[in-house]
């Protein structure tokens, strides 16, 4: 027997929801009681389910890799290839579940593979898996959820008899839906696919006028189809796993792609070169140079996104120049932690070469570096006389054939004017750019110490180790308090879209994300209001 993934999605959306929607109230016992109910059926649930989506991923992230040596540039020897995947699954069981994971991240993420196999969905599966017991239950279960691979939700390999998918496209819509709708709305829709125990919360939630809309709750104690899949998750029992590991050794597969691809293995990838660093040839590149792609990097490894004249800037060297370019790329990485995921790619050094970079003359120059709304200081004299060292201003206007920033003071200058109808007429007036500096205004921020004293609406900003709960979310990200709901998650709203959640309707769609308060102060700190420390560029 498999879990129908439909059915786990709905009751664990529907307690979500029923946490959103019942309110502790002083005296109110029969309001408690019922909350209690609710955390405690949540607690032993999702304990269960993430071990059911843990033991189920490393089982069909083994699976996969059996495809590599026909479908992957590069294949690990003690894997067996080829067969079914049944067979797999089983032989899968002998080795250490950790082991099996990291591989599956690097053959995944670091190698070539056919567009329907493998590749980096799948080794986004691996490393969100790999979070197992370094962030919340609730969380892990809810990131799976969204996982898939090359052509569907990733939890369609019934052969592992853990889950199953009936309807992929009902799937695909409740996991939509849910994003949009109210708590009462996503508990109408879950409602044909709630077991008994469930729908007796709802029920009680209706009695005490929690939930005012009409819900139709109809109780079928005979509806074993129902209850049997509640049965599955609270009976399950965890793989009992071996302590067999597979080397980490990767070497080039001979039959990959066929004859029709066989110029992809011409190249090896950086990750099974043994060259130190010491005998690669950088091109006297160094971090951080411009370069643009030549010649002789035109569809390198089969990224046939890499194209002549493709630029980017160097960010990592490992026997090969690791460049970050603008765009994204399917089959692009991270180049190991030094740039964002899917923008970087590892090149020969004769597949670069550097931008040089050219001294305008001041006639055709514009002085890019400066954006108007920027506010600058000035730091050497200037033609206007009555404009002091230390002044600070607006850029109102770059000018577009000189080197000049046309700056609106909060004071009237003498002989100011207006640049050109850039600024109020006698605030204004255009410097050289060598006169003055970008202002850069850097917030304050606080250690955590206390979660009880963090509240809603205070401001907090990111460190470099958030990425590792979401990749979108970055060093310095800065978010808002939303909610600290019942089950200790902290909801946090940023500016920006990053793939989460409308913490129940408080935030925009895929800008909130909820943080377990016991390890919140690991990843954020709270921006001190009021104290802005400016320093000149």
């Not at 070497?251 to 010491?278: A, G, I, M, P, Q």
């Not at 054939?401 to 850039?422: D, L, R």
């Amino acid at each position: 027997m498999s879990l129908d993934a439909i059915y786990a999605t709905s009751t664990f959306y529907t307690l979500q929801a029923l946490k959103v929607l019942v309110k502790p109230e002083f005296g109110r016992k029969s309001a408690e009681k019922l909350l209690s109910d609710i955390l405690d059926y949540e607690s032993k649930y999702i304990e269960k389910l993430s071990i059911m989506l843990f033991d189920y991923s490393v089982l069909v992230c083994y699976g996969e890799m059996r495809h590599a040596k026909s479908q992957c540039s590069h294949l690990i020897p003690a894997i067996k290839q080829g067969g079914n995947r049944n067979g797999s699954y089983i032989i899968a069981k002998d080795f250490s579940p950790i082991n099996i994971l990291r591989l599956a991240e690097k053959q995944f993420g670091n190698y070539t593979w056919g567009s329907a196999y493998g590749g980096k969905k799948w080794a986004n599966i691996a490393h969100t898996v790999l979070k197992k017991g370094r962030i919340d239950n609730l969380i892990f279960c809810d990131t799976c959820f969204s996982l898939s691979h090359n052509n569907s939700p990733y939890v369609n390999k019934e052969e592992a008899k853990i889950f199953k998918l009936n309807s992929c496209n009902e799937y695909k819509k409740f996991l939509d839906i849910k994003f949009s709708l109210t708590p009462v709305e996503i508990i109408k829709n879950a409602l044909p696919k709630l077991n008994t125990n469930v729908l007796k919360f709802i029920q009680r939630a209706i009695n005490l006028g929690y939930i005012k809309e009409n819900i139709p709750v109809t109780m079928n104690f005979d509806d074993h189809y129902h209850q049997k899949y509640e049965e599955f998750v609270f009976s399950y029992m965890p793989i009992n796993w071996g302590k067999n590991f597979i080397p980490e050794v990767f070497v080039e597969s001979k039959e990959c792609f066929s004859s029709e691809n066989d110029e992809r293995n011409d190249e090896r990838d950086y990750n099974s070169s043994v060259r130190t660093l010491k005998d690669c040839d950088n091109n006297h590149l160094k971090i951080g140079d411009e370069v643009e792609v030549t010649e002789a990097g035109k569809n390198f490894c089969g990224n046939h996104e890499l194209i002549p004249g493709m630029k980017g800037i160097v960010k990592h060297f490992d026997c090969k120049i690791g460049v970050k370019f603008s765009k994204k790329m399917s089959s692009g990485h991270d180049l190991g932690g030094h740039c964002q995921y899917g923008y970087g790619y590892y090149l020969h050094s004769n597949m670069v070469k550097k931008v040089a970079k050219t001294v305008s003359k001041p006639k055709n120059s514009n002085p890019e570096d400066f954006q108007v709304g920027d506010e600058v200081i000035i730091t050497k004299r200037t033609t206007n006389s009555s404009i002091k060292i230390g002044s600070k201003g607006i850029v109102k206007h770059v000018h577009e054939t000189y080197n000049s920033i046309g700056v609106e003071f909060s004071e009237k200058i003498e002989a100011g004017w207006n640049i050109n109808g850039h600024s109020r007429y006698g605030y204004g007036w255009y410097i050289h750019k060598n006169s003055i500096q970008k202002v850069v205004k850097k917030v304050q921020a606080e250690e955590i110490l206390d979660i009880s004293k963090l509240h809603v609406g205070d401001e907090v900003i990111a460190n470099n180790e958030a990425h590792f709960l979401n990749s979108k979310i970055k060093d310095g990200f800065v978010g808002t308090m939303k909610e600290i709901n019942y089950s200790g998650h902290i909801g946090i709203e940023f500016s920006e879209n990053i793939g989460g959640h409308i913490l129940n309707g408080n935030c925009k769609q895929g800008c909130g994300w909820w943080f377990d308060q016991r390890s919140f102060h690991k990843y954020f700190k709270r921006i001190v209001k009021n104290k802005i420390v400016e320093d000149a560029a």
